[in-house]
């Protein structure tokens, strides 16, 4: 924490030379400013990468709303800054808003200096910490599996299996639904299916395994086949799998 700290002061130091400074003490008052926001600023960034993004398989997605989010968050360390400035400082106000897009600007290269570093500490699957020891077990073991574990937010959400409607291919996801909602899990279809019990779930497309015992009824959609589930959502069967879906079903 302290060489975080230290890090912070420090960077903030070089920001306050490189925007200017009319005298030594805007210069340190805008420097003691900007390092309290940074210190801040960083934990509750560090939080909101590892928790709050919304997870999504489309990368340009991703970096859109990364820059984005980065930008805003620019804006609201230079507003607290010029507010700081206003109240410890008011006669150099005009000369500081005078610097505020070379402000924005810098601060938004630091986020996304910052974001690269977390990017480089975090292990590939640091966000789900433990979530997928239990697949993995099943999976060396060739047993199949009793819950599947995610992320919610900043919790772990065990689902058992037998609450699970569908799972739904998702990029490089899966969308694992219940009657309680759905949610993301970074795994493939191929390997979901290996571990998922056969005599309870069946692949019918693709993107689609279903849970067998929430199946309500078939019926013909076109030239191909759909399932009703018992909550009345409605799937498409692939030609290649409706076969075997009547075969399971016994028809």
Not at 199 to 211: E, K, T
Request: positive net charge.
């Amino acid at each position: 924490m302290k060489s975080y700290i230290a890090v912070c002061f420090a960077t903030a130091a070089i920001y306050a030379l490189v925007t200017g400074s009319q005298s030594l003490i805007y210069g340190i008052t805008d420097a003691v400013i900007y390092g309290s926001i940074l210190c801040l600023t960083g934990v509750m960034l560090w939080n909101t990468f590892k928790y709050a993004l919304p997870r999504h398989h489309n990368p340009l997605y991703h970096s859109i709303f990364i820059l984005a989010l980065s930008l805003l968050i620019s804006g609201c360390i230079v507003g607290m800054e010029t507010f700081g400035i206003f109240l410890f400082l008011p006669s150099l106000l005009t000369f500081h808003v005078a610097t505020i897009p070379v402000r924005i600007f810098i601060t938004f290269l630091l986020i996304i200096i910052f974001r690269l570093f977390y990017m480089l500490c975090q292990p590939k699957d640091s966000e789900t910490p433990n979530e997928n020891v239990t697949d993995k077990t099943a999976h060396t073991t060739g047993q199949s599996i009793d819950r599947i574990v995610v992320r919610n937010g900043q919790k772990i959400k065990i689902i058992p299996i037998n609450e699970i409607l569908y799972i739904q291919a998702d990029g490089d996801y899966i969308s694992i639904h219940t009657t309680e909602g759905h949610w993301l899990k970074e795994q493939t279809m191929k390997y979901t299916e290996d571990i998922l019990p056969s005599d309870l779930f069946i692949r019918i497309h693709r993107s689609y395994i279903v849970n067998i015992s929430h199946i309500s009824r078939i019926e013909k959609f076109g030239e191909r086949q759909q399932l009703i589930l018992h909550n009345r959502e409605k799937i498409k069967i692939s030609t290649a799998r409706y076969q075997s879906l009547k075969q399971r079903l016994g028809i």
